[in-house]
């Protein structure tokens, strides 16, 4: 037993090591990729149901390894959000989105699409977010209500309070905050009434069975009249086919987002689409 035992413990601790040694290389890799400019932001336009027009693009962050190739969002995202590498990461998308959705305001004529930013919870607890925005604002020139700022309910949750006075800093400038990945956490919309927000993304989760299952066409459904209700605009994201697209528009969702309308893509291929 006593054999087994040692061995069961080595196991373990080699495993272990294992994960924490993946965890440091990623780390290492990360501060790298920052400097060599490994990272890029691409553009998911999103459309109005209403009218057909692209009325805004969420930014999204890419990493092209060297070695390992292209490493996905939903890895070094929480890799970076434990090591504290997200603010570094935080700012430079802000810092690039801004910068690139002021072009869209210059070049354009009518109302410019918007840009839309991921902000992780750790970046709302450091307390600093308001400066950071009004920084990149400044440096890019990009009036305040051409930026929207997606978080995720469980961001907002952590500390209802500090997450309410930032938003509202934000808001006050006309920043226009979004409850991302809305309906898969607990509370939902009871939310809605403590925290301060402009929209709320419909998760791909319910959009991907709208046709198929009618509790998640139910769920759907409800979440747009209370949301319109509360003078909220909903978007739905992961739009794959054109019957869900048909069903939302219906249903009267506001904005749409998916691979059937366009999958994310470098600044220079959205910039063609907008012209055409
Ligand atoms: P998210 O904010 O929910 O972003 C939407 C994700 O859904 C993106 O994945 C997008 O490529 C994908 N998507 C869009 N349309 C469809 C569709 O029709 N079907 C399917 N199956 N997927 C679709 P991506 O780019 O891999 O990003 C994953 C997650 O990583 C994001 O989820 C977000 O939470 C995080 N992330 C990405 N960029 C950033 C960033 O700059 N900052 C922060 N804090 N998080 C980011
Ligand atoms: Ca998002
Ligand atoms: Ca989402
Ligand atoms: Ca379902």
């Not at 690139?100 to 004529?109: C, F, L, P, V």
């Not at 809605?192 to 009618?214: C, H, N």
């Not at 904005?255 to 220079?268: C, D, N, S, T, V």
């Amino acid at each position: 037993a006593k054999i087994a035992g040692k061995n069961c413990y080595r196991f373990y601790s080699k495993a272990m090591d294992q994960a924490v040694e993946r965890r440091m290389q990623l780390e290492e890799d990360l501060r790298r990729a920052m400097e060599n400019d490994e990272l890029s932001v691409v553009y998911q336009p999103i459309f109005e149901l209403s009218s057909g027009l692209l009325v805004g693009a969420e930014a999204l962050l890419r990493w092209e390894h060297p070695d390992k190739g292209s490493i996905p969002p939903a890895v070094f995202i929480d890799v970076a959000e434990q090591t504290g590498q997200i603010d570094g990461l935080g700012r430079l998308v802000l810092q690039r989105a801004c910068a690139r959705a002021a072009r869209w305001e210059r070049s354009g004529e009518g109302e410019a699409p918007f840009v839309s930013v991921n902000v992780s919870a750790r970046q709302l607890r450091l307390g600093d977010l308001p400066e950071i925005v009004t920084a990149a604002l400044r440096e890019s020139g990009l009036p305040p209500n051409r930026l929207h700022l997606e978080l995720t309910e469980t961001a907002v949750l952590g500390d209802e309070v500090q997450a309410s006075l930032l938003l509202g800093r934000l808001r006050a400038m006309g920043v226009k905050i979004w409850l991302d990945d809305f309906g898969t956490g607990f509370s939902g919309l009871s939310h809605l009434r403590r925290v301060p927000v402009d929209g709320v993304k419909i998760d791909r989760s319910f959009v991907a069975d709208v046709l198929r299952d009618p509790d998640d066409l139910a769920l759907t459904t409800a979440i747009i009249a209370m949301a319109h209700s509360l003078s909220i605009t909903v978007v739905a994201e992961g739009v794959e086919s054109e019957g869900q697209y048909a069903v939302l528009r219906e249903r009267g969702c506001d904005q749409a987002q998916g691979y059937w309308l366009g999958r994310p893509m470098p600044a220079a291929e959205l910039e063609r689409r907008m012209k055409a």
